[in-house]
């Protein structure tokens, strides 16, 4: 870090700890006014659509899961949806179910990475989940039990827990006995108590003093907490279907991002991710979840992203108690149904941990892809963490003018990782640099 005499003072941090990437920040100040703000994803393109062209239409699941190793998922999912939609076919409500079980073991395993492992040193004081663990053992090994049974979740059903292989076009390879999941219910349910707990306890910390009026964006399932499918709708009444994503959103290239910023037409940066589907979908909650939320007070919507932590945690408990309620339904059928290429254009839209995950294929008649379109999540939420940084440091600047760039610099970081960008998914992160004039 260097300081300067004169009115331009810089900040530079290599990486940003604790989030999935790597980047930069930069904010500009001048006479006490925030006068830019830029999150900087610095990381190479990838290409993974371009890639995609001229491959069989079977292999987009394998080849985008690829894209994250964190929610590769949300990528099997969305892409497995939307080829289905091409060719006309509709899942059994057996393998839909395991579709939802693996989800469940997503949500499970990255959310509690993010929970114990990301966000919490920062809530509790602590620079790292090492330092963390010395003063609070249980609370790291609970957090890393939980990780552990959602990753054993995405291996039972996926057939290993990172970038899963058993998920295909039509349903899976195999299908799981109903002895192998059951095995798995007195340890799901000894992590429910664990995250109702968790809860609890993270309900007693100390919080930004800051709330925004979002546009949040999410699926919404008529009788389902959202995971595979449903319409997009909006806290301010957007409500379309997934084939109208082009109607609706604009991806653009923007000059400091290697990553397309994504936003809604005539309306700019909306918020997708956990405190939008709680917002949207309370009410579709598992009654646990739903009750866990009630003691916390939390009730439909929270406009604070730095409380994003508490949502998540009820978002495991969800997780959990649906994994229990498939696992207890669940009885093995066929392991997948026969999907024959249709040429035409599908559309796929998921709920990775970290918000809509929305695919875009077309294909011919032989199966060859054509064209596709791959929007994640961090895309979409670049220009709100960006708003919301805008808006903090103002605050701030403003309450204290005299504010250490070192103040600044952490609590931009604590915003950022509140989010939980998957960096590399949208194309990494951070490197700080605070311009004062």
Same mark, same amino acid.
């Given at each position: 870090m260097k300081n300067k005499s004169s009115k331009t003072r810089t900040i530079k941090v290599d990486y940003l700890a604790r989030v999935e990437g790597e980047g930069a920040l930069y904010?500009?100040? #001048?006479?006490?006014?925030?006068?830019?703000?830029?999150?900087?994803?610095?990381? #190479? /393109?990838r290409f993974f659509e371009a890639l995609l062209q001229g491959r069989d239409f079977t292999e987009a699941p394998d080849i985008t899961s690829r894209i994250c190793g964190i929610c590769p998922v949300a990528y099997l999912m969305s892409a497995c949806h939307a080829m289905e939609d091409i060719c006309?076919?509709?899942?059994p409500t057996e393998l839909r179910n395991l579709r939802r079980l693996i989800y469940c073991g997503e949500w499970i395993k990255s959310h509690s990475l993010h929970i114990f492992m990301l966000n919490l040193p920062d809530l509790l004081g602590f620079d790292d989940a090492i330092g963390m663990a010395q003063q609070h053992p249980d609370v790291v090994k609970n957090g890393l039990r939980l990780k552990k049974i959602g990753n054993t979740l995405m291996e039972l059903v996926g057939g290993r827990d990172i970038h899963p292989i058993n998920v295909k076009v039509g349903g899976f390879y195999k299908a799981p006995t109903a002895s192998e999941l059951n095995d798995l219910v007195p340890e799901l349910k000894k992590c429910l108590d664990l995250a109702i707990n968790a809860l609890d306890f993270f309900s007693k910390l100390n919080y930004f003093d800051y709330e925004e009026d979002y546009e949040f964006v999410a699926l919404s399932h008529p009788e389902e907490y959202p995971f595979n499918e449903g319409?997009?709708?909006s806290n301010k009444g957007l409500n379309f279907n997934i084939s109208e994503f082009d109607k609706y959103f604009i991806e653009e290239h923007v000059p400091h991002s290697t990553a397309l910023h994504t936003y809604l037409k005539d309306r700019g940066e909306c918020f997708v991710g956990p405190l939008a589907r709680y917002a949207l979908?309370?009410?579709?909650?598992? /009654?646990? #979840? &739903? &009750? #866990?939320?009630k003691k916390i007070?939390?009730?439909?919507?929270c406009n604070n992203p730095s409380k994003g932590i508490l949502i998540r945690t009820i978002e495991v408990i969800f997780a959990l108690e649906e994994a229990l309620h498939i696992i207890n339904s669940y009885k093995q059928a066929e392991s997948c149904i026969l999907v024959k290429p249709t040429a035409g254009v599908g559309y796929g839209c998921t709920e990775a941990p970290r918000g809509i995950c929305f695919h875009k294929y077309e294909i011919d008649d032989s199966g060859?892809?054509?064209?596709?379109?791959?929007?994640p999540p961090t895309a979409i939420n670049q220009k709100t963490i960006e708003k919301d940084i805008r808006n903090i440091v103002y605050n701030l600047v403003k309450t204290n003018p005299n504010i250490k760039d070192k103040e600044l610099q952490s609590y931009s970081e604590q915003l950022i990782r509140s989010y939980d960008p998957c960096i590399s998914c949208s194309t990494h992160f951070l490197d700080l640099t605070v311009d004062r004039q």
């Amino acid at each position: 870090m260097k300081n300067k005499s004169s009115k331009t003072r810089t900040i530079k941090v290599d990486y940003l700890a604790r989030v999935e990437g790597e980047g930069a920040l930069y904010i500009k100040i #001048a006479d006490g006014i925030v006068k830019d703000v830029n999150l900087k994803i610095f990381e #190479a /393109p990838r290409f993974f659509e371009a890639l995609l062209q001229g491959r069989d239409f079977t292999e987009a699941p394998d080849i985008t899961s690829r894209i994250c190793g964190i929610c590769p998922v949300a990528y099997l999912m969305s892409a497995c949806h939307a080829m289905e939609d091409i060719c006309k076919v509709q899942i059994p409500t057996e393998l839909r179910n395991l579709r939802r079980l693996i989800y469940c073991g997503e949500w499970i395993k990255s959310h509690s990475l993010h929970i114990f492992m990301l966000n919490l040193p920062d809530l509790l004081g602590f620079d790292d989940a090492i330092g963390m663990a010395q003063q609070h053992p249980d609370v790291v090994k609970n957090g890393l039990r939980l990780k552990k049974i959602g990753n054993t979740l995405m291996e039972l059903v996926g057939g290993r827990d990172i970038h899963p292989i058993n998920v295909k076009v039509g349903g899976f390879y195999k299908a799981p006995t109903a002895s192998e999941l059951n095995d798995l219910v007195p340890e799901l349910k000894k992590c429910l108590d664990l995250a109702i707990n968790a809860l609890d306890f993270f309900s007693k910390l100390n919080y930004f003093d800051y709330e925004e009026d979002y546009e949040f964006v999410a699926l919404s399932h008529p009788e389902e907490y959202p995971f595979n499918e449903g319409d997009l709708i909006s806290n301010k009444g957007l409500n379309f279907n997934i084939s109208e994503f082009d109607k609706y959103f604009i991806e653009e290239h923007v000059p400091h991002s290697t990553a397309l910023h994504t936003y809604l037409k005539d309306r700019g940066e909306c918020f997708v991710g956990p405190l939008a589907r709680y917002a949207l979908n309370f009410e579709k909650l598992t /009654p646990k #979840a &739903k &009750k #866990a939320a009630k003691k916390i007070n939390i009730l439909g919507q929270c406009n604070n992203p730095s409380k994003g932590i508490l949502i998540r945690t009820i978002e495991v408990i969800f997780a959990l108690e649906e994994a229990l309620h498939i696992i207890n339904s669940y009885k093995q059928a066929e392991s997948c149904i026969l999907v024959k290429p249709t040429a035409g254009v599908g559309y796929g839209c998921t709920e990775a941990p970290r918000g809509i995950c929305f695919h875009k294929y077309e294909i011919d008649d032989s199966g060859n892809i054509l064209y596709a379109n791959i929007v994640p999540p961090t895309a979409i939420n670049q220009k709100t963490i960006e708003k919301d940084i805008r808006n903090i440091v103002y605050n701030l600047v403003k309450t204290n003018p005299n504010i250490k760039d070192k103040e600044l610099q952490s609590y931009s970081e604590q915003l950022i990782r509140s989010y939980d960008p998957c960096i590399s998914c949208s194309t990494h992160f951070l490197d700080l640099t605070v311009d004062r004039q």
